[in-house]
Structure formats: structure tokens, C-alpha cells
């Protein structure tokens, strides 16, 4: 790796002006200067929002491309919810690298072969897409039915008799609902694209609705399109991206480094090693995990993490960090006497919250107050909670919204 990361930084100061300004600005004038990989911790982090800036400013790439457009083989992009999407280049060999990646996650979740495995994730623009390839080169029949094709889905699933089935924890929910306990002979669930799938009473629900397994999967598409793969052990999912992509973990607040040992918390940071395109320096990746690095029941004996929830989407009421995901799991404890669906209510825009925190919950009216107690007690923040009518709240076959401004003022 320490020859890896140094040629990948002289590539940055030879291609990449994005780079060779922003080390420049923290004191670095040569890839000599910045040294081994040792002293990463030293270098400035890179932030999604410099990205957007540097696209905007430089298109079609951006400055921090280290290619010419002509020489990708291929450009995905971000859905573009802040206003405009980010392209990000791939060049065969890039391509490649995500295929090796993405193989070694879904053989980890135990596909083989000779399996046929069922995806809703699209093919494009966006980088779940790329996540297809995988399977392929695992060897399995691949069964695509793309986003927001339940009917088609749930033919293939009668008819084709399918092992997996590969999707995001919100479908997969609204899947358990659709099914009423028709059972599907699928024998694992291999849930990713959004925080959800490690919760243990979530995943519970699910495995019950379905009588199969559920194996959780990460990625992040600046990075690879699947990076952190759950094995039989499901006991975290473990890293597949050994000498492609370094990975850190920091304390999102302050940005200091955190030990990677067995029960820390932070936010996971990456820095490619070996891309091509558009390579990218202490990327923060907003992910904010629980790690393992001891040895996995399985043998395996790479980084293991649990998403808690992503830094962009949590909430501080009154101090304290609030992640959506996290008030799912607690409402959960009280299935079946909820459905599971929750949506937070923000009374005004923005990451600050006063108490108490509307959270609508789908499920019996009664509960309201001894769910707002168990909220208390484990989150540490006072929730205002309100029993809604099942089925009554969105869903999705694609993410869940679990925060709604539409009441802020």
C-alpha cells in the first residue's frame, strides 16, 4: 500500500489542479513533501461541497479530475437533490476495480454461482448501477427489474424462483407489507443504499416477513459503488476495498482521528488508491459507523462497521445528536403494535431542534406516551409523539424519507 498511495499522490500533484492547489494551501509543494501514507492525518479532507464548486467552475470534470473527458469509459452522476448533480468519471480500469470490489462484498452476503439473484437497483445514471456487474462475475443469473417495478418483481419472484433478492431496506419493508405472509422461497435479503438493514428489530421484521436472511451492504458513490459487505456472521459488514481504497475513522465534530478499535464510533473518511479518473484525498464521507476490528466469527479478520446514520441527515435537539434511524430502532421495540414507519416532523429548518421533536409513528394510539419514555431513555432527547393510522405514512420503493420539513416553519 505505501508505494500505492505515493504514486497515487504524485499523480494528484501532476493531474489534478484541484489538488495540487488545495495541498499547496496546506503546505505541501511536492508529493515528496506530503510523504507516506503514515502521515495522511496530516492533509486537508475533501468535502462534497468543494466537489460541486469545482464541477461547477471547471466543467465538463472539474478541477479535481485527473483525465481528460475523452478517456472515461464511463460517467455516473449523484441524484442532484442540492440543485445539480455531480458526474463522476470512471476509466476502464476504474470500472474494473468496482467490479472486483463489488464481487468481494455479495460473495461475502454468501451469493454463489449458479444462483439467480433479483435487483431493483437502476442501472443508471446513478452509481448503484454499477453494483450490477457483481453478480455477474460471481457467476450468478442476474434478474434485473429496475426501480419502482413491483409487479414485474414480484413475477420473477413467483416464476423464476429466485435465491436473493437485492434491494434498499425501504423496499424491502414495503415488499414484507405487499407480501401479507406469502412466502417467496427467497433465501437472503441483501438490503444497502441507506441506513436500516443492521437494525436488529428491523431486520428481524424483515426476515420474518420473508423467511430468508438479511445481509446488509455499503457504498458511497464518490468512492465505490459497494465498499462494506455483511458476511454469514452478520456481525457488521467487512470491508472489501483492501489496497484500492484507505479508510479512516474521525470524530465528525472536531475532525480528529479515532482509533480504529473494536466499539469506536465516527465518521468513516476514504482516500483512493489507485483511481484513475477523478481521484479523491480524505473524502468525508458523511457515514457515521460503529467498528470492529477483532477477528469475525466467520475468520475473516478485515474492519467490520455498523452504520448508526449519515452526519447530513441528523438532528441536535438541545446538544444531543439525533439520528433518524436510531428513533426507528427504538419505536420498533413495540411491534407489533406499531408498523414500523416513522417520520420526523421538524418545527423549523435547519440541523438545531428545541424540544420536544415531533416524531409521527404508525401504530396503536395508546402507546404514544410510553414510546416518547422509551425515547427519553435511550436517545436522551424528549420526543412529542404522534400515533398515526398504518399504512397511513409514505413509502417507498426506493429510500425512505424519515425527516419531513413540510411543517417547518
Known amino acids: ?77 449523484t441524484s442532484g437533490t442540492s440543485g445539480t448533480p455531480l458526474y463522476i468519471p470512471l476509466t476502464k480500469s476504474d470500472v474494473e476495480d468496482w467490479r472486483r470490489i463489488g464481487r468481494d462484498t455479495y460473495s461475502k452476503n454468501g451469493l454463489k454461482a449458479g444462483e439467480r439473484v433479483v435487483t431493483t437497483f437502476g ?40 435465491q436473493a433478492l437485492a434491494c434498499t431496506p425501504s423496499y424491502a419493508m414495503y415488499l414484507a407489507e405487499r407480501l401479507s405472509g406469502a412466502r417467496t422461497g427467497l433465501d437472503r435479503i441483501i438490503v444497502g443504499g441507506e441506513p436500516g438493514g443492521g437494525e436488529e428489530t428491523f431486520r428481524g421484521k424483515l426476515e420474518a416477513a420473508f423467511g430468508a436472511r438479511v445481509y446488509e451492504i455499503m457504498g458511497i458513490g464518490d468512492i465505490a459503488a459497494s465498499l ?32 480504529l478499535k473494536d466499539g469506536a464510533t465516527g465518521e468513516l473518511v476514504y482516500t483512493h488508491l489507485r483511481r484513475e479518473a477523478a481521484p479523491l484525498l480524505r473524502f468525508r464521507s458523511r457515514d457515521h459507523v460503529r467498528v470492529w476490528v477483532s477477528a469475525c466469527a466467520c475468520g475473516r479478520t478485515s474492519h467490520r462497521v455498523r452504520c448508526i446514520g449519515r452526519t447530513d441527515d441528523m438532528l441536535i435537539v ?92
Open 123 to 162: 442501472a443508471g445514471p446513478f452509481v448503484a448501477g454499477a453494483s450490477l456487474a457483481a453478480f455477474e462475475a460471481i457467476g450468478c443469473a442476474h434478474i434485473p427489474v429496475g426501480v419502482g417495478n413491483t409487479e414485474k418483481l414480484l413475477a420473477a419472484l413467483k416464476q423464476l424462483s429466485p
Open 228 to 259: 462494506w459487505g455483511e458476511c454469514e456472521a452478520q456481525a457488521g459488514m467487512h470491508f472489501s476495498g483492501e489496497g484500492i481504497v484507505h479508510v479512516e475513522l474521525i470524530d465528525p465534530d472536531t475532525g480528529r482521528t479515532v482509533e
Open 318 to 409: 438541545r446538544g444531543v445528536n439525533v439520528f433518524p434511524t436510531a428513533v426507528r430502532e427504538v419505536v420498533a421495540r413495540f411491534q407489533p403494535r406499531v408498523t414500523g414507519a416513522i417520520q420526523i416532523r421538524p418545527r423549523r429548518r435547519g440541523v438545531k431542534q428545541d424540544p420536544p421533536l415531533p416524531v409521527l409513528v404508525e401504530g396503536d394510539a395508546s402507546l404514544g406516551e410510553a414510546i416518547a419514555k422509551e425515547i427519553r431513555n435511550t436517545l436522551l432527547f424528549t420526543a412529542e409523539v404522534r400515533l398515526v393510522e398504518p399504512q397511513s405514512l409514505p413509502r417507498s420503493d426506493y429510500k425512505s424519507k424519515l425527516v419531513d420539513y413540510s411543517e417547518a416553519s
Open 1 to 77: 500500500m505505501p508505494a500505492t498511495y505515493r504514486k497515487q499522490i504524485e499523480r494528484l500533484f501532476e493531474r489534478s489542479a484541484f489538488y495540487r492547489e488545495k495541498l499547496h494551501a496546506a503546505g505541501f509543494d511536492s508529493a515528496a513533501a506530503v510523504g507516506g501514507i503514515e502521515n495522511i492525518t496530516a492533509l486537508p479532507f475533501t468535502e462534497k461541497d468543494e466537489l460541486r464548486k469545482s464541477q461547477a467552475e471547471h466543467p465538463p470534470l472539474g478541477a479535481h479530475a485527473a483525465i481528460d473527458i475523452s478517456q472515461a469509459a464511463r460517467i455516473y452522476s
